[in-house]
């Protein structure tokens, strides 16, 4: 299992319009792609003060699995235009850890 994360920066004024616009655009426009071996995408937010900090975790089974979502560059962030926009600031590269251990509480 391969875990990619990425982070973007807004200011607290369009912190709740970009939250829409990757729940409503970008996640959808993912989860329509069927991209075989992608598991899940968490989207988290964080306030900072004076802006606020958005990241996605998407996990994968495998660094292939990343490549048919991203292409052969497979580091590149996804960040639509209309997610730009909004943005303040982003990573223009997401980072990719395996997964070593993972225990599933009950």
């Known amino acids: 299992m391969i ?4 982070r973007g920066w807004t200011t607290p004024k369009n912190a709740d319009r970009y939250e829409a616009v990757v729940t409503g655009k970008v996640i959808p426009g993912i989860e329509a792609r069927k991209i075989t071996g992608f598991r899940r995408i968490e989207l988290m937010r964080r ?4 802006e606020i ?3 996605t975790i998407m996990w994968f089974d ?3 699995a ?3 979502f991203m292409g052969e560059d497979y580091e590149v962030a996804h960040v639509p235009q209309a997610a730009q926009n909004i ?3 982003f990573d223009e590269r997401s980072v990719h850890y395996e997964i ?3 225990r599933e509480q009950t």
């Open 3 to 6: 875990c990619r994360i990425w």
């Open 47 to 50: 306030d900072c003060g004076d």
């Open 53 to 55: 900090e958005f990241a």
């Open 62 to 64: 495998s660094v292939d």
């Open 66 to 68: 990343i490549r048919n």
């Open 87 to 89: 943005l303040k600031r």
């Open 100 to 102: 070593l251990d993972q």
